[in-house]
């Protein structure tokens, strides 16, 4: 049996996902590792504020492309069996992929998994890293599965594979949660403290620091200019901060006619502005459709230059959950 309902536009959800989260990561890409004030210098007083022909994406949509295959395949079958499959994934993602930036924790510790003879995907990841590179990747995990103790499951397992740091942990299954919230199209007033519940079982410190990291984005809120609000958030290279930064931007425009102002907003900032833009499309472009974002996002869809990829990607996980 399948581990999704079909009480959603199935097509215009999953467009709306892996669109977003493309355009995200692809208009934040020119401008991460800048600060904001070298962002304005040299995009102008508003930063960068269009997509430009000929756009390509970052590791970020290529991870989210391997666990979309890897799931695609196995999301029936049993939690080991996902799992590694998102692990021999990561394998074909290294082989292909290391001309998009990949993150220096993902590099070592796929290659460990894939060196090792064992292939113990549970003790590849690296313990010490709780970069965000695990939770920027999950957003198909929140698509296949509706029941929170297995996406919870999947999303924890995909995360240790290459960061194994609690608060990865934490920050991987929150972000997978929310694309899960997106689609069910709960109020996102309640976002903040159900995402908070779902990390209720995780180790310390993760937990704390996850949860701190939304309450973070809640009082964020309060702070009338926004670039001040998320410099008290952070700056997203850590996996709680780049949840929440994206958290703050979905709770400051949750309108689909706002969902250029959202990205716009995700990727402006002194830090991961990639990784920010990639979690906050994926999960407003679920809970608003591809349809209802607007024809300037569709414009913007097709200034991708890897767009066939996408759209053949976007094809098989409609075929896959049909």
Not at 119 to 140: H, L
Not at 238 to 261: Q, T
Request: hydrophobic content about 40%.
């Amino acid at each position: 049996m399948s581990s999704i309902t079909h009480y959603f536009d199935l097509e215009d959800t999953v467009k709306g996902l892996m669109w977003g989260l493309a355009l995200g990561d692809a208009l934040g890409k020119p401008v991460e590792f800048k600060h904001l004030w070298r962002i304005k210098e040299d995009y102008g007083p508003n930063g960068i504020i269009d997509l430009p022909m000929n756009s390509i994406w970052t590791d970020d949509t290529e991870m989210t492309f391997a666990v979309a295959r890897a799931l695609i395949t196995t999301y029936k079958l049993s939690i080991e069996t996902i799992s590694k499959q998102i692990a021999e994934e990561f394998i074909v993602w290294l082989d292909t992929n290391t001309g998009f930036k990949p993150g220096n924790t993902c590099i070592q510790a796929v290659v460990f998994y894939k060196n090792d003879p064992k292939k113990d995907w549970w003790n590849s990841g690296i313990k010490e890293s709780k970069g965000c590179g695990s939770a920027m990747r999950v957003a198909p995990i929140g698509l296949f599965f509706s029941e929170p103790d297995k996406l919870y499951q999947i999303a924890y397992n995909s995360s240790l594979i290459t960061h194994a740091h609690p608060t990865a942990l934490a920050a991987a299954v929150g972000a997978a949660y929310l694309v899960r919230l997106a689609i069910d199209k709960v109020t996102i007033k309640k976002w903040p403290e159900l995402v908070k519940k779902i990390v209720t079982d995780i180790a310390e410190p993760g937990k704390s620091e996850f949860c701190d990291a939304i309450d973070m984005a809640e009082k964020a809120l309060e702070i009338e200019n926004s670039e001040e609000a998320i410099k008290t958030i952070g700056k997203g290279w850590v996996g709680e901060e780049a949840v929440a930064i994206a958290l703050y931007c979905c709770m400051k425009y949750p309108n689909p006619e706002d969902f250029k102002d959202l990205l716009i907003l995700s990727v402006n900032h002194d830090g991961d502005s990639d990784s920010t833009g990639c979690i906050a499309g994926g999960i407003m472009g679920a809970y608003h459709g591809y349809k209802a974002i607007g024809k300037e996002m569709h414009d913007w869809t097709t200034r991708l230059r890897e767009r066939e990829r996408m759209e053949e990607i976007i094809e098989e996980i409609i075929s896959s959950l049909k």
